[in-house]
């Protein structure tokens, strides 16, 4: 499985930002997508996943601001960013796993920066 994200870029303070990723290769299993972030100096840490039947779960630093949202046909998920804060300032990865023989499989994307300043 491939993903490619995309969406990143340069936005002020309480502005909004809308990250895409697309999977690609073997997509057939693929169960929970999601977007992680790194800050530099900090551990990657989970921003918000989603199931395959569209239940989500979010960190507390971004709920109310943040949105995922999946689209299983075009095996893509997508991270709506409002009213951003400096302090999400950070490379985003999305992420996806499938079950294989049992064995659960993790990819990682690529990431794309998110710089939130003024």
């Known amino acids: 499985v491939q993903l490619q994200a995309s969406g990143g870029g340069l936005v002020q303070p309480g502005g909004s930002l809308r990250l895409s990723c697309a999977a690609s290769?073997?997509?057939?299993?693929?169960?929970?997508m999601g977007w992680y972030r790194q800050a530099p100096g900090k551990q990657r840490e989970l921003v918000a996943s989603?199931?395959?039947?569209?239940?989500?779960n979010y960190a507390d630093s971004v709920k109310g601001r943040f949105t995922i949202s999946r689209d299983n046909a075009k095996n893509s998920v997508y991270l709506q960013m409002n009213s951003l804060k400096p302090e999400d300032t950070a490379v985003y990865y999305c992420?996806?796993?499938?079950?294989?023989?049992?064995?659960?499989?993790?990819?990682w994307g690529k990431g794309t920066q998110v710089t939130v300043s003024s």
């Open positions: 290769g073997s997509t057939s299993s693929i169960r929970n």
């Open positions: 992420n996806a796993d499938r079950l294989v023989l049992l064995k659960t499989m993790v990819y």
């Open positions: 989603i199931t395959s039947s569209g239940s989500t």
